[in-house]
């Protein structure tokens, strides 16, 4: 398969536990993009990274979340004490250059208890 | 605060019509444009990219972006009851900002 893989597919985490999200992105591609949507509303924009790099994480909130993107291995999302509002669908896209079209993997339904 | 704009629908079209979804967006400096299929509970699908002004034809999908009215459209023909789905138009603003600003969706209904 090659194109871009999450894991887990589904992930319950208790309030104040940490939750780890994986993303490998398609194969050729360097670029990788987090994106979170909330139930009954649109996408929204969380971080964009390349290997070793956090090139742009303006829609990533300020405290509790952060991003990375190895020289080896997946991008990993983290969300430190998670609560209820971050219960959500995780998408993780991936390119293969600036500014032309993502890919999206299946995404990590995230629900907190 | 860059904005993309869709009617949410739902659009109710015809088998084998043809089915138009629109797109506003806000911040003119945008340099390219998407359109994702998401049937419910699943991963956005990129259906079409467009990135000059005009036309651009694949199979039964024609996407149409006009920056200076700062609209996009999708046209969907033959529109089969498979179509059924949400579309979410987004928007990449360049310059180095890769993340897309994506549209609330048009849930598209294509009747037997």
């Known amino acids: 398969n090659a194109g871009v893989m999450q894991n887990p597919r589904h992930l319950v985490r208790r309030r104040g536990q940490e939750a780890r999200l994986r993303c490998s992105p398609m194969?050729?591609?360097?670029?990788v993009y987090w994106y979170r949507q909330l139930p009954e509303e649109g996408l929204k924009f969380m971080v964009y990274?390349?290997?070793?790099?956090?090139?742009?994480e303006s829609g990533m909130p300020k405290e509790r979340f952060s991003a990375e993107f190895p020289k080896e291995g997946p991008s990993i999302l983290r969300i430190q004490q998670v609560v209820r509002g971050d219960s959500a669908a995780y998408f993780c896209?991936?390119?293969?250059?600036?500014?032309?079209?993502?890919?999206f993997g299946p995404g990590t339904r995230l629900t907190v208890t | 605060q860059k904005e993309v704009e869709q009617n949410s629908g739902p659009l109710s079209v015809p088998e084998g019509a043809i089915a138009s979804l629109n797109c506003t967006y806000s911040?003119?400096?945008?340099?390219?444009f998407f359109w994702y299929r998401q049937y419910s509970g699943k991963s956005p699908e990129l259906i079409m990219f467009i990135y000059s002004n005009g036309d651009k034809e694949d199979g039964r999908f024609t996407a149409q972006l006009n920056k200076a009215s700062q609209y996009v459209s999708l046209l969907i023909r033959d529109s089969q009851p498979s179509d059924s789905a949400t579309y979410l138009c987004?928007?990449?603003?360049?310059?180095?900002?890769?993340?897309?600003?994506f549209g609330k969706g048009t849930h598209l209904i294509i009747q037997p």
């Open positions: 990274l390349q290997k070793e790099n956090i090139i742009d």
């Open positions: 896209a991936s390119s293969p250059q600036d500014g032309v079209e993502q890919y």
């Open positions: 194969k050729g591609h360097s670029h």
């Open positions: 987004a928007v990449n603003p360049g310059g180095g900002a890769d993340g897309l600003t």
């Open positions: 911040d003119r400096g945008s340099q390219s």
